[in-house]
């Protein structure tokens, strides 16, 4: 991250200084546009400059805006005419007082520059332009080009250096404002998110508009934050989960226990005396000491599969001749409960890796739960399909269903379809196995259930070539 901040620091340097430079190239452009434009207005109050052979089409418009005025003299220096206002009285000028204007003037009130012109008539005249010093404030003289110029340059400079400040500093406070809106900010929402995550608020998430660079931050926090969201969820769920599995599993444990010890006492006090009914008493307590057996290998498996250090070897193995040797067992059993058994497997090799053993266990809890909970006349179909990549093991039957609010959890812990949980001596835990055998398969259970219809599909990977 830091890499990247450094990176955006330095593309705005750039901008701001690209940014800068152009500032600069536009006010030197102004500067001398102003120059130019200054120089032809102070060229225009010179006599050389407006001088005509018909002295009264002079244009002397720039003259009058300083205040100065143009007179015109024949060859005895008498003023013969005049164009704007005149400030001095003079009508005549003798040769010196002529002369003093141009080689004396610190004394003057005026500038005076001179031109001499002929007439169509073959006259020869005087041209004479005075503007006042205190219309142009900086002395200089009209026949010294160069010193006209600086004059001009350092006024127009001055100006130009002011707006060049002005400009910086709207610059400067632009690119703050910018970098502030795009990096401090963001930055600092960062920070506040990291802390909020920190303690442990996992639901945070940030949304800020910012460089790309700075919005794969946000993006990578976004994923990371609904990470530990979602690991929080699915630990509240376990521990839920585990808490609710306790109870059930007390409950479990306690009807059979409460069974068995209620009929031992009632054979070690003789209240049961008769031969068939010792017998009977003794067949009961059998069968629920299975039921805790069944229950405890059920919940020892269980522990097995959720341990990550679980010991697990796959086998590449025809799951076509594994299928239907497992149905053959089931045979009697659907003959016997008068189901209907139906499969359609390959007769060809379907090869995948599988641990026979466990992946044995978790179709066989599927099947019984069909045997279990259906009613004689349901049919059960079994069918193994492949594709590419993958095989799919179909177990579905007709029966009775599974209710709509039991879809998402069944295959939670201690979850039947039949609410009685001492009627039937399973422990509630067949689907649970049957989802974690299959996910350490790498594969997965998914079940499609209607009103008439239980339809469990397994997928699992096939070996790759």
Same mark, same amino acid.
Do not use: W
């Given at each position: 991250m830091k890499n990247k901040v450094l990176y955006i620091l330095i593309k705005n340097y750039v901008i701001f200084a690209l940014a800068i430079g152009f500032t600069v190239i536009i006010l030197f452009i102004f500067l001398m546009y102003q120059t130019e434009k200054q120089l032809g207005e102070l060229n225009n109050l010179k006599a050389s400059e407006v001088v005509r052979e018909n002295f009264k089409t002079i244009n002397s418009e720039s003259i009058e805006s300083f205040g100065g005025w143009v007179e015109i003299l024949n060859e005895n220096l008498q003023v013969i005419?005049?164009?704007?206002?005149?400030?001095?009285? @003079?009508?005549?000028?003798?040769?010196?007082?002529?002369? &003093?204007?141009?080689?004396?003037?610190?004394?003057?009130?005026?500038?005076?520059? #001179?031109? &001499?012109?002929?007439?169509?008539?073959?006259?020869t005249l005087y041209c004479l332009v005075k503007v006042p010093k205190?219309?142009?404030?900086?002395? !200089?003289?009209?026949?010294?080009?160069?010193?006209?110029?600086?004059? #001009?340059?350092?006024?127009?400079? @001055?100006?130009?250096?002011? @707006?060049?400040f002005v400009f910086f500093s709207m610059n400067v406070y632009i690119f703050s404002?910018?970098?502030?809106?795009?990096?401090?900010?963001?930055?600092d929402k960062l920070a506040t998110g990291f802390e909020e995550i920190a303690s442990g608020k996992?639901?945070?998430?940030?949304?800020?508009?910012?460089?790309?660079e700075l919005m794969q931050i946000q993006h990578s926090f976004n994923v990371m934050s609904e990470k530990l969201d979602k690991i929080e969820?699915?630990?509240?769920?376990?521990?839920? &989960?585990?808490?609710?599995?306790?109870?059930? @599993?007390?409950?479990?444990?306690?009807?059979?226990? &409460?069974?068995?010890?209620? !009929?031992?006492?009632a054979l070690q006090l003789g209240i049961i005396t008769e031969k068939g009914e010792r017998e009977r008493t003794l067949n009961v307590i059998y069968n629920k000491i299975r039921i805790i057996a069944v229950l405890t290998e059920d919940i020892f498996?269980?522990?097995?599969?959720?341990?990550?250090?679980?010991?697990?070897?796959v086998h590449p193995t025809d799951v076509s001749e594994f299928i239907r040797q497992l149905l053959v067992e089931y045979y009697d059993l659907f003959q016997a409960k008068r189901l209907i058994l139906q499969y359609q497997i390959p007769s060809k090799e379907v090869i995948a890796p599988i641990n026979n053993r466990l992946l044995y266990r978790a179709i066989s809890n599927i099947i019984s739960n069909a045997l279990q909970y259906n009613t004689a006349g349901t049919t059960v179909f079994v069918s193994l399909i492949e594709d590419e990549s993958k095989v799919y093991i179909n177990i579905i039957?007709? =029966?009775?269903?599974?209710?709509?609010?039991?879809?998402?959890?069944?295959?939670?812990?201690?979850?039947?379809?039949?609410? $009685?949980r001492e009627n039937n001596g399973g422990s509630g835990l067949g689907l649970t196995i049957a989802k974690h055998i299959?996910?350490?398969?790498? =594969?997965?259970?998914?079940?499609? $259930?209607?009103?008439?219809?239980?339809?469990?599909?397994? $997928?699992?990977?096939?070996?790759?070539?």
């Open positions: 005419y005049t164009k704007g206002e005149k400030k001095d009285k @003079l009508l005549s000028y003798s040769q010196r007082e002529f002369t &003093t204007l141009f080689f004396d003037n610190d004394q003057l009130p005026y500038y005076s520059s #001179v031109a &001499t012109f002929v007439t169509k008539k073959g006259e205190k219309a142009i404030k900086y002395e !200089y003289t009209f026949s010294d080009k160069n010193e006209e110029y600086v004059y #001009v340059f350092y006024k127009i400079l @001055l100006s130009t250096i002011v @707006l060049f404002r910018q970098i502030a809106r795009k990096i401090t900010r963001p930055l996992y639901d945070k998430r940030l949304n800020y508009e910012t460089y790309f969820k699915e630990k509240k769920r376990l521990e839920e &989960t585990k808490q609710k599995m306790l109870v059930d @599993l007390s409950h479990d444990l306690r009807t059979p226990i &409460t069974t068995v010890q209620g !009929y031992v006492e498996e269980l522990s097995k599969l959720e341990h990550s250090d679980y010991p697990f070897e039957d007709n =029966g009775i269903g599974i209710p709509e609010d039991m879809k998402q959890s069944i295959f939670d812990a201690f979850v039947r379809v039949d609410d $009685s299959v996910e350490k398969h790498g =594969g997965s259970i998914h079940l499609d $259930s209607t009103k008439k219809k239980t339809h469990f599909c397994i $997928s699992l990977p096939k070996c790759s070539v």
